[in-house]
């Protein structure tokens, strides 16, 4: 499970001069033209080259006539031999080449799970009940106060039904119920959405971090939903909020090799069992910000789906950091000095999330950047070696390389973090921020609350490549790359339904 650090807090004693200049904007405009300039001119290069060329090949075959083609084809007779083997290379090439490319993965639909409104925890209740336990101090409770004041959240997530009893209500039955009422509840309205019938899924794929009972949670899909016997079933465990891109990339491994069928991918958490009723701080955090939530997403490798299929996967990138001690330990379960176990997150949280997310977008970059990017981020970094001085690194314009961003709402420090770093504006990062405000930390499966938002804003057109970015236990930083088939709308009882009128909203620092 990948949390949120206590919020980052602004630095004291800095005077600001009243006699501050504005910036140079003209100056900002032109340099802004320019870039613009030279990513057209770079991006469009080969093309630029190919119309002279082909404006000399017009030219040179306009200028032919009849004698000329008829000796030109006597030529070609006396060198038939030579024609034939081309000729029998090519076709055979094509012939490799469309048998052994991998067949495309599609994103049929995907649902997520929204919970019965007797389940949200508006601010005030969440502290009430957390007073009425009697199992946090004054200190605690004052800690958990703040973290929610600056968490970013709102006041219609929802915890599960086991926690809004007094006292709290956490049995293994509760857990399972949790897990039961957003696994099916996703994956009944995805299968009435795309008319798919159970029987029809030869790939199941389940993520869910903390609670892993047995029989397995893919088993209870398999039985709930009478899955046929020959299933390819997958269940994660322990591999916290990035666990949703992990999970499309087995399935697609799956799909890869398993041809014509589709696969099922589950992402959920389970608050159940996991909350902690101690006094560690650094433990408390994800009561704060972990809501119920879940989605359930059908990929298929059908050709005939392509039709009705909403995107298509492009690229999936993994980063894994957990050969540094830090990083194993920065998210990590235990028990505190009472016995209590709970979920830790380090202080070195964000530094460590910045370094998997540097390393996950190095590999990324050459990827999806366009070529006039890359060649801005290489020449400056040949400079750096040649001159070594303090050259500032060039950060690559990935809004060049996308037009919509699910960055994982594991927190408001995340998401601005995120903004500062890859020089985001604040409309690509607003469905972080009204996920994490309507929804919580839903971990895994935030990534899908967030594309259904830009879907719900009718924001999804043909063309265009959607980034989702999540960040895990381990640690991990995982990105999924989407690219939209068509102009994308809402599919019925979405998680924005009747609410998306009301956002984007406010969100207090």
């Known amino acids: 499970m990948a949390g949120d650090g206590a919020e980052s807090q602004q630095p004291v004693g800095v005077q600001i001069r009243p006699t501050r200049r504005l910036p140079d904007f003209l100056q900002s405009v032109k340099l802004k033209y320019v870039k613009l300039g030279y990513h057209y001119l770079i991006s469009n290069l080969l093309t630029l080259l190919l119309i002279p060329i082909m404006i000399i090949i017009i030219v040179e075959a306009s200028q032919l006539n009849l004698n000329d083609v008829r000796h030109l084809w006597l030529h070609l007779q006396y060198n038939l031999v030579s024609v034939i083997i081309c000729s029998a290379f090519l076709v055979f090439g094509s012939t490799v080449y469309i048998m052994t490319r991998p067949r495309p993965v599609y994103l049929v639909d995907y649902s997520c799970y929204r919970a019965p409104d007797t389940l949200k925890v508006p601010y005030d209740r969440f502290m009430e009940h957390s007073s009425l336990t009697g199992d946090f101090d004054e200190s605690s409770l004052e800690f958990q106060r703040k973290i929610l004041e600056r968490s970013g959240l709102g006041d219609e997530t929802y915890v599960p ?6 006292p709290p209500r956490p049995s293994m039955q509760a857990a399972r119920e949790e897990a039961e009422q957003v696994m099916f509840g996703a994956l009944d309205n995805l299968f009435a959405n795309t008319n798919v019938k159970p029987k029809d899924i030869g790939v199941l794929v389940v993520n869910c971090s903390l609670f892993n009972p047995t029989p397995s949670l893919s088993a209870m899909i ?8 020959n299933i390819k079933s997958f269940n994660l465990g322990g591999m916290g909020c990035s666990a949703g891109v992990i999970a499309v990339d087995l399935a697609k491994d799956m799909l890869l090799v398993h041809r014509n069928t589709y696969a099922v991918v589950v992402s959920t958490e389970n608050i159940t069992q996991n909350w902690y009723f101690g006094n560690k701080k650094s433990m408390l955090i994800p009561n704060c910000l ?20 909403k995107y298509k996967l492009v690229h999936v990138v993994r980063t894994h950091k957990g050969a540094d001690d830090k990083a194993f330990r920065c998210v990590y379960q235990e ?4 016995g209590k176990t709970g979920v830790s997150l380090s202080k070195d949280l964000m530094a460590i999330a910045g370094g998997a997310l540097k390393t996950n977008i190095t590999t990324l970059g050459p990827l999806v950047l366009p070529i006039s990017e890359q060649l801005l981020f290489f020449a400056t970094l040949i400079l750096k070696k040649l001159v070594k001085k303090n050259v500032k690194p060039y950060i690559p314009d990935f809004k060049l390389a996308f037009d919509h961003f699910c960055i994982h709402a594991g927190g408001r420090a995340v998401i601005d973090e995120l903004e500062k770093n890859l020089q985001l ?5 607003e469905a972080s921020r009204m996920a994490l405000h309507r929804f919580g930390n839903t971990s895994s499966s935030s990534i899908w609350y ?9 924001r999804m057109r043909r063309g265009n490549r959607v980034w989702q970015i999540a960040f895990g236990s381990g640690f991990k930083c995982n990105s999924a790359v989407w690219e939209a088939l068509r102009n994308v709308k809402p599919s019925r009882n979405g998680p924005w339904e009747d609410c998306i009128d009301r956002y984007p909203v406010k969100v207090v620092s």
């Open 161 to 166: 039904e086991a926690m809004h009893f007094l």
């Open 222 to 229: 398999v039985n709930k939903y009478k899955l046929r016997g």
């Open 290 to 309: 972990f809501r119920v939530g879940g989605a359930a997403i059908l990929l298929s490798n059908k050709t005939g789906d392509r039709r009705r299929a």
């Open 335 to 338: 028990q505190d000095d009472a």
């Open 425 to 429: 504006l604040p409309v690509h990062v």
């Open 450 to 458: 967030e594309l259904a938002y830009t879907e719900a804003k009718g």
